[in-house]
């Protein structure tokens, strides 16, 4: 089985068109993050557009398709 974090390799692809911020969910910044944004649990994923408004938020696992399907969806926004 893969541990290795979904995001890896869709990082490398999109790096330069989506900025990519990664916080521990235990550290004080992480805390502050999921009740901001309302994250009921982890791996959480927030998508912003430049002017920081939500364009989608999930939680839990999720496929590499899933997450590319998303960022495509915000780039094109």
Known sequence: MNMEPVVNGLEE???E???????DAN???????????????????????PAGEVLWKGFGE???ESLEAQLEA???K
């Not at 068109?17 to 916080?23: G, T, V, W």
């Not at 550290?27 to 998508?47: C, I, M, N, T």
């Open 13 to 15: 692809i999109y790096q």
């Open 17 to 23: 068109q989506i900025e990519f911020r990664a916080l």
């Open 27 to 49: 550290s004080l910044d992480g805390q502050k993050a999921f009740r901001a944004y309302a994250l009921p649990g982890h791996p959480g994923f927030v998508l912003l557009n």
């Open 62 to 64: 999720q496929s590499r």
């Open 74 to 76: 915000a780039i094109v």
